[in-house]
C-alpha cells in the first residue's frame, strides 16, 4: 500500500506537475514497481526525486528524466525500440509497457543478468536482451531489416556514435545525453526522407557511455 502510494505521488508531483502529459508515458509508469529495481538497503528511497546507486557504480535513473526522454520519442505500440544501458531494467519495463518488442543492450554482465531475471520475473515476453558494447547498436542479419523506430541512450556520450543513426528507421527518433563526462544535452536525431534532423532538449547529467563509439574507460 506504501510503495503504490509513493508511486502515485511520485507521477503528480515529479512528472505530471512537471509537463509530462503522455498518457502511454504515464500509465506506463503507474504499472512498473520502481522499488523492485534498487537495492533492497535503499527501497525506501525509490521513489525519490533522484537517481540512485545500483551497484557497480551505476545509476538507476531519475523517474523525471527517464519519463521526459520517453515523451520526446512520442512512443507508439507499433514501436521496436532500442535501449542502451539496460542497468537496473527499469526503463527496459517502461519501454516493454508501451511498445511491441524492446531489445536492450548493457556491457556489465552482472546488471543485465539481474535485470533479465527480474523482468523475467514480472512476466515481461517483449524483451530482448544482450550483454556487449550497445555504441554499436544491435546488429543482426540483414542490416536493411533491422531498423528501430526509437533508439534511447541511458548513458553520455561525446558524440553522437554513427551505428546508431544508421540502425534507425525511416522517420525513427533516437535520443541521446551528448557532451562532455559531466554535464550534457540531450540531443534527439529525427531520421527523414530529407536527411537527419538535430533538435536540442536541455540540460542533463548521465553516467558515461563506454564503448567503441564512446569514451574509452
Ligand atoms: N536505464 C537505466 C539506467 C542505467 S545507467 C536504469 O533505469 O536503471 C546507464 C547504464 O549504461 C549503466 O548500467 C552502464 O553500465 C551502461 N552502459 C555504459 N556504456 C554502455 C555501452 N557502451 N553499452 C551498453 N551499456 C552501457
Given at each position: 500500500?506504501?510503495?503504490?502510494?509513493?508511486?502515485?505521488?511520485?507521477?503528480?508531483?515529479?512528472?505530471?506537475?512537471?509537463?509530462?502529459?503522455?498518457?502511454?508515458?504515464?500509465?506506463?509508469?503507474?504499472?512498473?514497481?520502481?522499488?523492485?529495481?534498487?537495492?533492497?538497503?535503499?527501497?525506501?528511497?525509490?521513489?525519490?526525486?533522484?537517481?540512485?546507486?545500483?551497484?557497480?557504480?551505476?545509476?538507476?535513473?531519475?523517474?523525471?528524466?527517464?519519463?521526459?526522454?520517453?515523451?520526446?520519442?512520442?512512443?507508439?505500440?507499433?514501436?521496436?525500440?532500442?535501449?542502451?544501458?539496460?542497468?537496473?531494467?527499469?526503463?527496459?519495463?517502461?519501454?516493454?509497457?508501451?511498445?511491441?518488442?524492446?531489445?536492450?543492450?548493457?556491457?556489465?554482465?552482472?546488471?543485465?543478468?539481474?535485470?533479465?531475471?527480474?523482468?523475467?520475473?514480472?512476466?515481461?515476453?517483449?524483451?530482448?536482451?544482450?550483454?556487449?558494447?550497445?555504441?554499436?547498436?544491435?546488429?543482426?542479419?540483414?542490416?536493411?531489416?533491422?531498423?528501430f523506430d526509437k533508439?534511447?541512450?541511458?548513458?553520455?556520450?561525446?558524440?553522437?556514435?554513427?551505428?546508431?543513426?544508421?540502425?534507425l528507421a525511416m522517420n525513427g527518433k533516437?535520443?541521446?545525453?551528448?557532451?562532455?563526462?559531466?554535464?550534457?544535452?540531450?540531443?534527439?536525431?529525427?531520421r527523414?526522407?530529407?536527411?537527419?534532423?538535430?533538435?536540442?532538449?536541455?540540460?542533463?547529467?548521465?553516467?558515461?557511455?563506454?564503448?567503441?563509439?564512446?569514451?574509452?574507460?
Amino acid at each position: 500500500m506504501k510503495n503504490r502510494s509513493s508511486c502515485g505521488n511520485m507521477i503528480k508531483y515529479q512528472l505530471v506537475a512537471r509537463g509530462i502529459i503522455d498518457e502511454k508515458v504515464l500509465k506506463a509508469f503507474s504499472s512498473v514497481p520502481r522499488h523492485l529495481f534498487v537495492p533492497d538497503e535503499i527501497r525506501y528511497l525509490a521513489y525519490n526525486d533522484s537517481p540512485l546507486s545500483i551497484g557497480e557504480g551505476q545509476t538507476i535513473s531519475q523517474p523525471y528524466i527517464v519519463a521526459l526522454m520517453m515523451q520526446i520519442l512520442e512512443l507508439k505500440e507499433s514501436d521496436k525500440v532500442l535501449e542502451i544501458g539496460t542497468g537496473s531494467g527499469y526503463q527496459t519495463a517502461l519501454l516493454a509497457e508501451i511498445a511491441t518488442e524492446v531489445f536492450t543492450v548493457e556491457r556489465i554482465n552482472s546488471l543485465i543478468q539481474k535485470a533479465e531475471n527480474l523482468l523475467n520475473d514480472l512476466g515481461y515476453k517483449n524483451i530482448f536482451y544482450r550483454f556487449g558494447d550497445g555504441t554499436l547498436g544491435w546488429k543482426d542479419g540483414n542490416p536493411e531489416q533491422n531498423k528501430f523506430d526509437k533508439i534511447i541512450v541511458a548513458a553520455a556520450a561525446p558524440d553522437i556514435p554513427e551505428s546508431l543513426t544508421s540502425q534507425l528507421a525511416m522517420n525513427g527518433k533516437l535520443i541521446i545525453p551528448t557532451g562532455n563526462r559531466t554535464f550534457q544535452q540531450l540531443v534527439v536525431i529525427t531520421r527523414t526522407e530529407d536527411g537527419y534532423i538535430h533538435t536540442n532538449e536541455g540540460g542533463c547529467t548521465f553516467v558515461p557511455l563506454i564503448g567503441d563509439e564512446g569514451w574509452q574507460e
